[in-house]
């Protein structure tokens, strides 16, 4: 499982195209939870245009391959990956879907 946290470079994306970056970006985060690739997608309260995802993939290249579909990829977002493994996952994990 990895962690993504996802920080676009708002000084480098083009004004006119704003918001079908965004508009792209978001359909992917959709597309991936639909594929069973993203299990858990949200931005940060405390740092504007931010967020983190929690991913599942066969391996790091598919990941990869994965984060390269999204609109604001390569130049216009930064990416940091980081694989754990979950050993404790709550029951009760989707009361907090919206919090």
Known sequence: MYLIDITIKA???PAEQADEL???HRAWFGEQAKAGHFLVVGPYRDKKLAGVVMAQANSRAELDAIIAKDAYYPDLATYTVQEFQANIIADNMTDYKGQ
Do not use: K, R
């Open 22 to 24: 965004l508009a792209g």
């Open 11 to 13: 000084d480098q994306v």
